[in-house]
């Protein structure tokens, strides 16, 4: 059974970066649209960032222009999110998963952004 496992984050100061990391075992998900999604506190889980398995990517308003999805299909960790110019109303619990309706793979525990000065 494939699990993912995020990391990265952390708190930082409006303004700061931080790059995300998603690992995943097994490599079926490589064939996989794959998708960064987050939960802020009181709010439903959005997606923020997708790519496909060919490396097109699209991005949510919000984080157009700071934000950047990238994935490695040679290495278990498959997924990053290169996060620039960090708003307090980024922090949210970060979720990488498929890309699909509904997502193909089980929900890892996350990784916690805090933007806050």
């Known amino acids: 059974q494939v699990q993912l496992v995020e990391s990265g984050g952390g708190l930082v100061q409006p303004g700061g970066s931080l790059r995300l990391s998603c690992a995943a075992s097994g490599s079926i998900f490589r064939r996989y649209p794959m998708g960064w999604y987050r939960q802020a506190p009181g709010k439903q889980r959005e997606l923020v960032a997708d790519i496909t398995s060919g490396g097109s990517t699209n991005y949510a308003d919000s984080v157009k222009g700071r934000f950047t999805i990238s994935r490695d299909n040679t290495k278990n960790t498959v997924l990053y999110l290169q996060m620039n110019s960090l708003k307090p109303e980024d922090t949210a619990l970060y979720y990488c998963?498929?890309?699909?309706?509904?997502?193909?793979?089980?929900w890892g525990q996350g990784t916690q952004v805090v933007v806050s000065s």
């Open positions: 998963n498929t890309n699909t309706y509904p997502v193909a793979l089980s």
